[in-house]
């Protein structure tokens, strides 16, 4: 793991990096929000991008899946050794990139076993596999619905629809745990959700930490990194990686909160 | 504004003139009274034929109905038992439960008819009824007709009606013609599907006339799905009584170029009304819609739900206008329009018009025009879904809030197979299994 200013950072693992950063710069309607961030994460690390409201996080999230808008300046970024930027959206995803949403779209007339089976099989096809049948897609699907405590009635409704916040955040982590992606970034996923709803989302991230995996957390408070304990974690402050510890900055942060940090980056 | 009689002449009225004059003699005066066709003559003659130019009609492909070699209609008298309709046409399997009435180019055919009680061809009881300017093609049917459908419901029943256009009519005109009646309480499954493909130009011009009375249901599904040679006229009349309900569930896929025009009026107290529709055109097909409501008694209610697409060069119109008396407080009016562009030449016109005369309603409407939502887009992309996919599945979900209002499976079901079929990348990625 490297970052701009590395402070108590914990020794980086031996594995290969999965995901490789380098002095990204992104522009939003012409103003820079990512102004040189770097960040190497490797199989089996978790970690956590901390920040202040408009610092970049949800922004960098959203730039390595791909999402249009983005004017990425300069820096470049590989995934799996691959040029991510060269990639499309879907591709990404079929790649083994996971976005989780921070507000999950509610798509009506699109219903949940559909979008799900497709997307299984699209990342099937991609790695030369057999698509699922009926069958063999829900015998995979009914097991992680029990481990996230969702009704199976979920299946047939539309994607999202009148799903409570909760609900929307639950439906996002069994789409990750059914897709098993080698990379999940997870957008504020713990925004919203009360101690049980937390616990049962927390759950379902821990459920796919493996050795072969990456996870890696946009989170605004540290109570989520109570039940996901992360390798890693940054704080983005100002379009940069201004500090990078363990766990134990995430609790300093909250003591301290992030003026300090965003003063130091200002100074 | 006065306009001379001499401006509103056209060759086309002229044509729907000698047409009538060579052959009102043989029109049968059980299907419409003597005295109604002389009556629709006259308010056609006095309106002329609507103009591009005209606001009303302005979004209606009117050349495809001026392009039809004749107005006369294509058959006069019901159709002999034999032969079998089916040999003409394929029918779509018959609903259980319903009975089914078939029309063919405008006249019953008796071989497949199960009528049973209260229902059959007669005068309908409208008669001197005027159509408005905005609805004057309702004058060509009843100048026209050579039969006319009469409902009178008691109780509860359900009725599939089925309007076929033969390649025998092909240049001439078909005039569907439906009178429903609900007397007080009760209810009626209603499904009126228009299908039909001849080979060259031809006119089918449907008059629908619809009483609800005193707390009766009338659930009416109407299915378009002629064939693309067809100019379809489509003209509507609803009135509802107190505490009476209807619900319209429209499907408009069919035909090179269609025009609705429905006038609904909601007099009784506690009325409600909906509305509920899509229309998915491409090629250079025409869609156009115009739905007036009047709420003129207390504590009624309208929901109006349009969803318009319009790929390649077509173009897909509606018109909501919902008019809120003086004498109808406590209304309820809620209107919800939407279109997508698919096509580059493509085009979509929504016009909503909430016009209210009283206190103490509650109304909102919204109209939307554009191309697929690119959030939704980017979470199915970022799921690993391809473009081509996620695009077909926006689509299919566009429409999906008035498809599931389609309570009937088998009439679902029909309207979705119909709907796909306007849609060739909806029907590859088999969205409606």
């Known amino acids: 793991m490297s970052s701009a200013v590395d402070t108590a950072a914990p020794s980086p693992s031996s594995a290969a990096p999965l995901l490789e950063i380098r002095d990204l710069r992104v522009k939003v309607a012409g103003q820079e929000v990512l102004r040189g961030v770097s960040l190497t994460v490797r199989a089996g690390e978790v970690h956590a991008i901390m920040g202040p409201n408009g610092s970049g996080k949800s922004t960098l999230a959203h730039v390595l899946a791909g999402r249009p808008g983005y004017d990425i300046v300069s820096g470049s970024t590989s995934f799996q050794g691959r040029d991510l930027f060269a990639l499309a959206p879907e591709q990404r995803a079929r790649a083994g990139l996971f976005l989780g949403f921070q507000y999950p779209v509610e798509i009506p007339g699109v219903n949940n076993a559909y979008l799900l089976k497709a997307a299984v099989n699209a990342a099937r096809r991609e790695r030369g596999l057999a698509e699922l049948d009926a069958f063999e897609f829900l015998a995979l699907v009914r097991t992680k619905i029990k481990l996230m405590q969702i009704d199976e009635s979920f299946l047939s409704r539309g994607v999202n629809e009148g799903f409570s916040g909760g609900e929307k955040k639950r439906n996002e982590i069994l789409q990750m745990l059914v897709l098993e992606p080698k990379l999940a970034l997870l957008d504020e996923t713990d925004s919203g959700l009360d101690i049980d709803a937390l616990k049962v989302v927390a759950n379902g991230v821990n459920t796919l930490r493996a050795a072969d995996r990456s996870i890696v957390l946009v989170t605004h408070y540290q109570r989520m990194l109570d039940y996901v304990v992360p390798d890693f974690v940054h704080v983005l402050a100002r379009g940069r990686i201004a500090r990078s510890g363990d766990r134990t900055l995430a609790l300093e942060l909250e003591k301290r909160g992030y003026d300090w940090i965003s003063d130091q980056v200002a100074a | ?433």
Request: net charge neutral; with cysteine; glycine share 8%.
């Open chain 2, 1 to 433: 504004m006065a306009t001379s009689t001499a401006t509103l002449r056209s060759a086309t009225l002229d044509r729907i003139l000698q047409d009538y004059a060579a052959i009102a003699a043989r029109l049968p005066d059980a299907a419409v009274p003597r005295a109604q066709r002389a009556h629709a003559l006259a308010a056609l003659s006095r309106l002329g034929w609507p103009r591009a130019s005209d606001e009303q009609w302005r979004y209606t492909n009117l050349r495809a109905f001026e392009a039809v070699a004749a107005f006369r209609p294509a058959a006069l008298a019901p159709a002999a038992p034999a032969p079998d309709v089916s040999d003409a046409l394929e029918l779509p399997p018959p609903l259980p439960g319903f009975q089914r009435l078939v029309y063919l180019d405008g006249v019953r055919h008796s071989a497949v008819a199960t009528a049973g009680n209260g229902t059959g061809s007669a005068a309908s009881a409208s008669a001197g009824k005027d159509w408005p300017a905005e609805q004057r093609l309702g004058l060509l049917c009843d100048m026209f007709a050579s039969d006319s459908a009469a409902l009178r419901i008691r109780g509860s029943t359900a009725i599939e009606l089925l309007f076929l256009t033969s390649a025998a009519a092909a240049g001439a005109g078909c005039y569907p013609r439906l009178q429903v009646t609900l007397d007080p309480d009760s209810e009626l499954n209603l499904v009126e599907r228009h299908l039909g493909a001849p080979a060259a130009p031809t006119l089918v011009c449907a008059n629908v006339r619809v009483e609800v009375g005193r707390g009766a249901r009338l659930m009416h599904y109407r299915l378009q799905q002629c064939g693309p040679q067809i100019a379809f006229a489509d003209t509507l009349a609803a009135q509802l009584d107190e505490q009476a309900s209807y619900s319209v569930r429209q499907v408009t896929i069919g035909a090179g170029s269609a025009r609705t025009s429905a006038q609904v009026r909601l007099t009784g107290r506690g009325a409600a009304f909906s509305w509920q529709a899509i229309a998915v055109g491409r090629g250079q097909q025409v869609h156009d819609t115009a739905l007036k409501v009047e709420h003129l008694a207390a504590d009624t209610r309208t929901e109006e739900v349009f969803r318009g697409i319009a790929d390649e060069r077509a173009r897909v119109a509606f018109s909501g206008h919902i008019h809120i008396g003086a004498s109808a407080p406590g209304s309820d009016a809620r209107q919800s329009l939407r279109g997508l562009i698919e096509g580059a030449g493509a085009e979509i016109d929504l016009r909503p018009r909430l016009e209210i005369n009283t206190d103490e309603v509650k109304a909102q409407h919204g109209a939307t025009t554009g191309a697929l939502d690119e959030n939704l887009m980017f979470y199915l992309l970022a799921r690993g879904i391809d473009r081509t996919t996620a695009r077909a599945l926006l689509k299919w979900a566009f429409l999906g809030d008035v498809l599931r209002a389609i309570e009937l499976p088998q009439v679902r079901r029909a309207a979705e197979h119909g709907a796909a079929g306007q849609l060739p990348d909806v029907m590859a990625i088999g969205a409606l299994t």
